[in-house]
């Protein structure tokens, strides 16, 4: 069980939901499934309108996820994901701060989603 939150301008505070680990669901479906007003559309990881911030709620070592090809261009090209960011995820297994909404499996771990609310923009 993961305890995801949800914080964003649009929310009138912060919202915690549950998702249950193993599931593989996204980001952007959970988010749904608990009226999270996270803007989307193409909801294929090429339009940049789900980026998010993800930051690590627990003490234990954030758990690394490999991104596609297609969210890698799609961060780099929206300015959120740097060479320095792309390295550091590779070789260090260090996740980046910026996602795409649906391009992130909920993992067994406590984290903050921070959105603006505005598609595209954090
Ligand atoms: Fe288009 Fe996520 S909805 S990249």
Do not use: H, W
């Amino acid at each position: 069980m993961a305890n995801v939150t949800f914080s964003s301008p649009l929310l009138p505070k912060d919202v915690t939901v549950y998702a249950v680990a193993g599931d593989t669901d996204t980001l952007l479906k959970v988010a749904q499934k608990n009226k999270i007003p996270l803007p989307f559309e193409c909801e294929d990881g090429s339009c940049g309108s789900c980026v998010i911030e993800v930051l690590s709620l627990s003490d234990k070592p954030f758990m690394a996820q490999d991104l596609t090809e297609k969210e890698r261009a799609t961060l780099v090209a929206a300015g959120k994901l740097s060479k320095a960011d792309i390295e550091e995820a590779v070789v260090n297994d260090k996740p980046p701060r910026y996602r795409l909404a649906c391009q992130y499996i909920v993992r067994d771990e406590d984290v903050l989603v921070r959105f603006s609310g505005e598609p595209g923009v954090v």
